[in-house]
């Protein structure tokens, strides 16, 4: 899955319990290090504090809470290096900081190493087995792994821990969508959408899943919700160029992932989008064009590989070419 539809899966998903750490702060610095912050400005405001009290000299509890708060608004900036640094130095204070586990295992996530965003979110089930966020978290990474079934009882759990949070209904959704399973993934938006109406990420998820059971007027009413209110969601405009196809609509839809190349031009899931639905029109050099920008912004990303496999294949231009991508995915 590309960093772009993983941002937003991010952004969806941990807004509403970012910015939760407690401390007890003994200077000003470090109680503006603490403060909520809910915008770019105030993340940034907040590097400056946690920055003036770490080089004060906090100690103990009180400078791991500043590295935390730091590292978790470097996160929140996408400011992923710097984050995992003050999280690596924060956790060599407190190895047992469940929050800073949880925090880093998303830095990973972000960067696409699985492995260790696993391992983090492991390690803090292990500490705490009561808390809801490492199994929600768990749930993505066993999505991204293709492990539905695993990805689904993460999310039960978190769902037993904490009914009332809208995102493990929207990520096992999701999950089984994964499964094509549209009913089930229905009623999961459902409920991700009772709890937060406005939620895109469920929208969005919902409108899969009514593309799947054949409702393609249903999708394209949540996906104009969306888009309504945000132009630019990556994952709003892809699936509504997929719902396009689906009718043989193709310039609505090359229309729509164009715009999405546009918002992201470093992401390669737009150009993998465009690049389908040029196959479909049988204007293969422009397929094959988009298919390889795609691996070249992503050149270890499964989907990205069998996307340009699948390219080669239906193109008939190089078989061992595209036997050479399916197997690296398959490796991956």
């Known amino acids: 899955m590309s960093a772009l539809i993983r941002a937003m899966v991010l952004g969806a998903t941990f807004a509403a319990v970012a910015l939760t750490y407690g401390c007890s702060v003994p200077s000003p610095q470090l109680a ?10 105030q993340l940034r405001a907040r590097v400056v504090a946690c920055t003036a009290a770490i080089k004060q000299g906090a100690k103990g509890g009180d400078l791991e809470k500043a590295l935390a708060y ?32 949880n925090d880093r295992g998303l830095v990973y996530l972000a960067q696409d190493k699985l492995a260790p965003a696993l391992a983090d979110f492991d390690a803090a089930i292990s500490i705490n087995p009561n808390d809801v966020l490492p ?60 709890r937060a109406p406005d939620s895109a990420w469920a929208l969005d998820g919902r409108a899969g899943a009514e593309r799947g059971a054949g409702r393609p007027d249903l999708a394209l009413k949540d996906l104009s919700q969306v888009l309504a209110k945000a132009p630019r969601d990556g994952n709003a405009l892809l699936e509504r160029a997929g719902v396009y196809v689906d009718a043989g609509d193709f310039n609505d839809a090359l229309r729509d992932a ?6 992201y031009p470093r992401e390669p899931s737009p150009y993998d989008s465009r690049s389908n639905i040029y196959l479909r029109e049988g204007d293969h050099d422009h397929a094959l064009a988009d298919a390889q920008t795609a691996v070249a912004l ?18 008939g231009a190089d078989l061992a070419a595209a036997l050479a991508d399916c197997q690296h995915a398959l490796a991956i």
Not at 258 to 263: R, S, Y
Not at 302 to 315: D, Y
Request: include cysteine.
């Open 32 to 41: 503006a290090c603490k403060a909520q912050a809910r915008d770019e400005a």
């Open 70 to 101: 730091r590292g978790e608004s470097y996160r929140l900036l996408s400011d992923n290096d710097h984050a995992k640094a003050d999280f690596d130095t924060a956790l060599r204070v407190d190895a047992k900081d469940t929050m800073t586990l």
């Open 135 to 194: 199994y929600n978290n768990r749930g993505i990474v066993d999505r991204y792994l293709r492990d539905f079934d695993q990805a689904i009882h993460d999310e039960n759990r978190a769902i037993e821990l904490n009914p009332n949070w809208t995102s493990p209904w929207a990520n096992r959704g999701y999950a089984y969508l994964g499964k094509r399973q549209w009913q089930m993934a229905l009623a999961d938006f459902d409920d991700a959408l009772h």
């Open 258 to 263: 164009t715009q999405a190349i546009a918002d």
């Open 298 to 315: 992503r050149p270890d990303e499964a989907p990205t590989l069998n996307n340009r496999c699948w390219t080669l294949a239906v193109i």
